[in-house]
């Protein structure tokens, strides 16, 4: 009896050995001696972000951020240039020329101080070329105010042969108004030489008028020869 039993032993334990080196269909499960007990799952490690081995994962890569969605609160603060300077704004004007436009009337020039100088400075200079009656045409009047007429006006330089005028220029504040006109007094010094080469000096001065009036012609409204008051220099 005993062989018997022996046997059987060894063919029981056989197939379990061969099974030894394949993972059983319970793997996992907590055997229990109790064959009524039910079957519990192995537990399983818990996990806390790392792998199994505990070692640390692969170093962590920066986030791509979207550049549409970028900060740009340290991005440069763009100044915008200052407006051009705008070409069709009227340009500055200047004192003179507020003065030259306060001297003109319609379409015609005030006359100046400068240009009633340039009259006396003409009326020598037509004298000295024999040009009588340019220089009588400088008067006021066309000539009347000189109290002569052309012939007498002429002779009157018969025994000169050069006049040398030294011309004052006065100030703007000297033109004076009375009755319509405008009176400018210009203090002269006249050298005459004569035909014997001698010479007398004379000093005085020329009152310039123009008119002022409505409906006066260009020509009245020019600085003509009123008067002159010349006397020799002792």
Known sequence: MIPLRVA???????????CHGSKPANAGVIASD???????PLPHPQSDGRGVTG???????????DPAIADTTSAPTVID?????DDTAPAPTSTADSDAKSAVIGDSAEPT???????VREYYDAINRGAYDRAYALWSDRGAASGKNLQQFSDGFADTTRDSVDIQRPPASAVEGAAGSRYLEIPVRVIATRRDQGSTTYI?????????VDGASAEQRKWRIQSARLQKDE
């Not at 070692?55 to 951020?65: E, G, S």
């Open 8 to 18: 059987m032993i060894a063919l029981v334990t056989l197939p379990l050995a061969a």
């Open 55 to 65: 070692m640390p994962d692969a170093r962590t890569q920066p986030a791509t951020v």
């Open 81 to 85: 240039p200052p407006p051009a300077p």
């Open 34 to 40: 109790d064959p009524d007990a039910p079957r519990q």
């Open 204 to 212: 005085g001065s020329y009152v310039l008028r123009r008119s002022m």
């Open 113 to 119: 101080v400068d240009d009633a100088v340039r009259v």
